[in-house]
């Protein structure tokens, strides 16, 4: 239902029309990485680094699958990174939170 109320003209990737059920035209438009977008996005980058090491040093079961898996030099710089990760969870969730009430 939702798909059919919205028209897509002249797509291409750099941008698209849309026109919508009341007929509003919305233009998207290709923003080129610029210093501001990447600020907007790091943030959530620091975030996901900390969150994806600190829960594959602390799971039992993603413990057992790194030792299986990775080489033990990967596993111990790993194991080091432990106190930088859980510095960027708590960092980036922080600085994730401020982009979502400030952008």
Known sequence: MLL???TFQNFSPLSCNI????SVQKTMEYKPLTPEVIDQ??????FLYGA????????PRLVE???ER???DLLKQMQGHRYLAVTCLCLG???SL???WYY
């Open 4 to 6: 059919n109320s919205f």
């Open 19 to 22: 026109l919508s059920h009341n």
């Open 41 to 46: 996005y790091f943030p959530y980058f620091v």
């Open 52 to 59: 994806l090491v600190t829960i594959v040093l602390n799971v």
């Open 65 to 67: 699958l790194a030792e």
């Open 70 to 72: 990775l080489s033990t």
């Open 93 to 95: 969730f922080f600085w």
């Open 98 to 100: 401020q982009n979502i």
